[in-house]
């Protein structure tokens, strides 16, 4: 019975942080360059118990695991010259007020009072050698990334791929960071599409679907919870009545 009870619950817990992925999935599903986060779940084998402190043989806890699906969403044109996407691997590079940078598919730019090339949040756009500052004039941006106003080369921009993304660390919606030690490499097989935006690779339908779904397998989980602790309280009780 409490074995039982055990199974039921660790199966639950899982289930909640599926609902916080896919809830968090969906609320970035209209954010430009957006990754959805999926849960892997797996009840762990016997072998990988053994190496786990427990406290007892029938104990099988749930492994849940959120990993980021990388794939590329679609180009929306929105003719703007200061939106870019990028088409293939690789990420544009970012750095903040503090000087600490950051990896992001989010290519709706704009150019702040100083000329420089910025983020919606601010964060400056980098160039193989720096920020991206642009006189006034007409902005061009090649294929390969090499920025122009009036038909002058100003730079290029950064754009860099890591051989393992799932080493990558979440920062915020949209924004990575490369711990330490992971390198950086220029990516090669790209094009960068001006007055283009990437859109988040969210399917809400399917999201929606996998929502409804662990919820039901929660529930039932739930349901099974409950019917096996009133089948023990009833137990406790009438051997209680028994005994006296």
Do not use: H
């Not at 660390?169 to 790209?190: C, N, Q, S």
């Not at 809400?204 to 679907?209: D, E, G």
Request: aromatic residues 6%.
């Amino acid at each position: 019975m409490i074995k039982g009870i055990y199974n039921s619950a660790s199966a639950m817990i899982p289930r909640i942080r599926q609902q916080e992925v896919i809830a968090n999935n969906i609320a970035n599903a209209s954010t430009p360059g957006f990754k959805k986060d999926s849960v892997f779940m797996s009840e762990l084998g016997r072998a990988q118990i053994n190496n786990l402190p427990r406290k007892s043989d029938w104990e099988r806890p749930m492994l849940d695991q959120v990993y980021t699906d990388y794939g590329q969403g679609s180009l929306d044109q929105t003719g703007n010259p200061m939106d870019i996407a990028i088409d293939g691997p690789g990420f544009f590079v970012t750095q903040d007020a503090a000087g600490e940078n950051a990896l992001t598919r989010d290519g709706v730019f704009t150019r702040d009072g100083l000329g420089f090339l910025v983020t919606t949040d601010g964060e400056m756009v980098q160039s193989d050698s720096g920020p991206i500052q642009l006189p006034q004039g007409e902005v061009s941006i090649s294929d390969d990334g090499i920025v122009s106003v009036d038909g002058e080369e100003i730079s290029r921009l950064s754009v860099v791929i890591v051989d393992d993304p799932t080493t990558l660390e979440k920062v915020r919606p949209g924004k990575y960071k490369a711990p330490e030690g992971v390198e950086l490499t220029a990516a090669l097989d790209f094009a960068v599409r001006q007055g283009y935006i990437e859109s988040s690779n969210v399917d809400v339908v399917m999201q929606m679907v996998e929502m409804i779904s662990s919820y039901r397998n929660y529930e039932a989980d739930s349901k099974a919870l409950q019917t096996q602790d009133e089948s023990l309280g009833r137990l406790i009780n009438d051997v209680g009545r028994t005994q006296l």
